[in-house]
Structure formats: structure tokens, C-alpha cells
């Protein structure tokens, strides 16, 4: 961004604070000021996490009538046929960390991912989507600590720890921020 350049300001539909600072990370020095904000907008039925995230970005575009960014996020478990996949929030909050566990007793195979697509969208244009994945695999237990998320049996490829064991400053040396630097790169070339 060059000297008198005023930033552009996109909204991100998220209270996670860490989804906030990847987004600034990538895209306040492209020039975008990134306010968030927290509103519920229904999540439609899809195979795909990024259709979810596309479909939230459109509709929160119009009703704020300024560019957005959404999150969508999914866990796949590739013996599982990718579930819980676009029901990872559902599996959480109804069987959660033990009840998928209890899914995957006596399973060897325990290969995982998380995608994650940002989508963006400004008003009365289509949303563009981009996608991230952070492979890794589903532990035959889970981490010692008090489960509060995925993190707690999910290993990333390249540790044997859980991700939620890790130190916060190494932990995102495991998770990809891909999708971030694709739509910095993607606002970049539009020159919005």
C-alpha cells in the first residue's frame, strides 16, 4: 500500500478472534482494513463447506450492502467417507470429540483434513471462494486436556502432538492460512 492510499474496509462475518488476525495478517498490508462482525445468516443444506461459505457471503453482502468475507469449515475423515465433512459443527455439538471417537474404534486408517474456504462477496456481484487444507489424522485417543474442539484429537502431518497441544506460535506453523493469501492476492489483482 503506497503513502495517502486510504484502506478499504471489508467485513468478516466471524467473532473467532483468530480468524480476525489471520485475515488482517494477510490483507492490511494489501490496503484492506478488516472490521469484524457477528450476525446470524441461515446456513443452507450442501455437500461442500465452500457452497456454505459462498452462499453466507452473497446474502450478507446485500443485507450489509458492503464487500464480506465468511468462513466455512470442515473435518474429513477419509475412512469415515469424509464425514462429518459439512456436519462437522452438528457431529460436535451432538456426539462430539468421544462420540467420534467411538465411530472410529477399531479403525487403523485414521487419515484427516480440514478445509477451510473464505469466501468474498460485494454487493450484487457473485462470491468468489478459496480453499485451504491442513492434513493430518485423528489420534486413537484424544489429548489429556479438557476437549473443548476438534484440535484435541486431530494431528497435524509433520508432529505426533494434538493440534491443541502444540504452543499457539507453533501451532500455525501447521494449519494453513492458504485461502487468506489467495484472496489477498485475488483483491490485489482486482484492485478493489
Avoid at 106 to 132: H, Q, W
Amino acid at each position: 500500500m503506497n503513502a495517502g492510499e486510504e484502506m478499504k474496509e471489508i467485513t468478516f462475518l466471524t467473532g473467532n478472534k483468530l480468524k480476525i488476525e489471520n485475515a488482517k495478517e494477510a490483507l492490511e498490508p494489501e490496503g484492506f482494513q478488516i472490521k469484524s462482525i457477528k450476525i446470524d445468516i441461515p446456513e443452507i443444506q450442501a455437500k461442500d463447506v465452500s457452497d456454505v461459505a459462498e452462499h453466507s457471503a452473497e446474502v450478507a453482502a446485500k443485507l450489509l450492502q458492503s464487500p464480506v468475507i465468511t468462513s466455512d469449515m470442515g473435518l474429513f475423515i477419509e475412512s469415515l467417507n469424509g464425514f462429518p465433512g459439512v456436519y462437522t459443527r452438528y457431529v460436535y455439538e451432538t456426539i462430539g470429540v468421544d462420540g467420534l471417537l467411538r465411530l472410529m474404534k477399531g479403525l487403523n486408517y485414521r487419515k484427516a483434513y480440514f478445509k477451510e474456504t473464505i469466501a468474498y462477496c460485494e454487493p450484487g456481484m457473485e462470491p468468489v471462494s478459496f480453499d485451504c487444507f491442513t492434513y493430518g489424522s485423528i489420534g486413537f485417543n484424544k489429548s489429556p486436556h479438557k476437549p473443548t474442539n476438534w484440535d484435541y484429537v486431530f494431528i497435524p502431518d509433520g508432529t505426533e502432538q494434538f493440534l491443541s497441544d502444540l504452543p499457539k506460535e507453533e501451532k500455525w506453523k501447521y494449519w494453513s492460512l492458504d485461502s487468506y493469501k489467495q484472496l489477498a492476492e485475488y483483491l490485489y489483482n482486482k484492485k478493489i
